[in-house]
C-alpha cells in the first residue's frame, strides 16, 4: 500500500502528532524522548491518533446533550482512517498515522477493537463488574499495547500480555486520577460491585473513610498491572526498555500523588510536575531500567 502525500506533508503530520504527544500525553512524550527519532515518531503518531477519537467521545457535552452528533462525528473519524489505510488521507496528520500503521505493520484488527470501544462510551455509563469493565478496557486500552509493540520491536513474542497489561495500568491510572472530570461526562469507571462492597459513592465528591478504602484497593489492584507490565520490559531491545520504563515510572507516579493527596480525586487533577518527568527520564537514560524486585 502506497500512502498519498509528499515528504512534507508527512513531515507536518508527525510534526502534529508529536505535538499533540506534547501537550496531552506527556508521560508517552518523556518516554518516547529515549527512542531513536523514526521509533519517537511513530510512538507520537499511534498516540495521535487515539488521543483525536478520545477527544471527540470526551467533549464537553458529547454524551449528555449530543450523542447522535458525536456519533457521526466518530463514525466520520474512523472513516478518514480507514480511507488513510486505502491510500487517500484526508489530512496530514491521517496520513503521518496511516504511514506508521504501514511502515511498522501493525494489525489493523487493533484499531477495530479501538474505535467499537470508543463507540461504548456514547452508550455505557457504568459497569457491574471488573470483568464488565476489563471488557471496556480490552478496546481502549489493553489493544493500545499491542498497537505499540511494532514500533517497539520486542526481542520476543512473550512482550505481549506485559504490553497489554501496561495498557490496562495507564488506563486504570486515568480512571483513578479522572473520577471527577469522568463524573460531569456522565460516567463512571468504577466498578459498581467495588463502589457497593465498601459503600462507596463519587456523587458527592466527598473523600470519606469509605472513598478512601475504596481508592486503596483499586490502586493495589492497579499496581498489581504494573508488576505484571514491568516483567516486559526486559523483553525489548536496550532503547525501547527505556522508553517503557520510563512512562511506567511515571505513570505509576500518579497513584503515589492520589495517596498523597489523601484520595482527593475531585477537586484536582494528581499530576507529576514536569521536572520530576525530565529527572526520570534521564535517571533511566543513564541507569537503565529499574529491575525487577
Known amino acids: 500500500m502506497t500512502i498519498v502525500g509528499t515528504r512534507a506533508d508527512l513531515a507536518a503530520g508527525y510534526?502534529?502528532?508529536a505535538r499533540l504527544t506534547r501537550e496531552y500525553g506527556t508521560t508517552?512524550?518523556?518516554?518516547a524522548v529515549l527512542l531513536p527519532r523514526p521509533q519517537r515518531r511513530h510512538v507520537h503518531a499511534v498516540y495521535a491518533l487515539c488521543r483525536l477519537a478520545d477527544d471527540i467521545v470526551d467533549a464537553d457535552g458529547a454524551t449528555r446533550y449530543s450523542p447522535a452528533a458525536t456519533r457521526r462525528a466518530l463514525a466520520d473519524f474512523r472513516s478518514g482512517f480507514a480511507a488513510a489505510l486505502a491510500g487517500d488521507p484526508p489530512d496530514a496528520t491521517m496520513a503521518a498515522i496511516?504511514?506508521?500503521?504501514?511502515e511498522c505493520g501493525i494489525d489493523t484488527e487493533c484499531f477495530d477493537r479501538f474505535f467499537d470501544a470508543m463507540a461504548m462510551d456514547l452508550d455505557i455509563a457504568g459497569y457491574d463488574t471488573w470483568e464488565d469493565l476489563c471488557g471496556y478496557m480490552e478496546g481502549s486500552a489493553a489493544v493500545i499495547g499491542e498497537m505499540m509493540l511494532p514500533v517497539l520491536q520486542p526481542l520476543t513474542p512473550a512482550?505481549?500480555?506485559?504490553?497489554?497489561?501496561?495498557?490496562?495500568?495507564?488506563q486504570l491510572t486515568n480512571f483513578l486520577r479522572d473520577v471527577g472530570e469522568d463524573l460531569g461526562r456522565g460516567r463512571v469507571y468504577l466498578p459498581r460491585e467495588d463502589l457497593d462492597r465498601?459503600?462507596?459513592t463519587p456523587w458527592p465528591g466527598k473523600v470519606d473513610d469509605a472513598w478512601r478504602s475504596l481508592m486503596a484497593f483499586e490502586i493495589a489492584r492497579n499496581r498489581e498491572l504494573y508488576a505484571q507490565a514491568q516483567a516486559g520490559v526486559a523483553m525489548l531491545p536496550p532503547r525501547s526498555a527505556r522508553c517503557v520504563a520510563t512512562a511506567l515510572t511515571l505513570y505509576s507516579q500518579i497513584l503515589d500523588r492520589i495517596e498523597a493527596r489523601d484520595y482527593d480525586v475531585f477537586s484536582d487533577r494528581a499530576r507529576v510536575p514536569t521536572w520530576r518527568k525530565a529527572v526520570t527520564a534521564a535517571s533511566i537514560l543513564v541507569a537503565g531500567p529499574p529491575r525487577v524486585a
Open 159 to 170: 512482550a505481549k500480555e506485559p504490553a497489554r497489561a501496561l495498557g490496562l495500568a495507564f
Open 15 to 17: 510534526a502534529e502528532c
Open 28 to 31: 508517552y512524550f518523556w518516554g
Open 198 to 200: 465498601f459503600g462507596a
Open 98 to 102: 496511516a504511514h506508521t500503521i504501514t
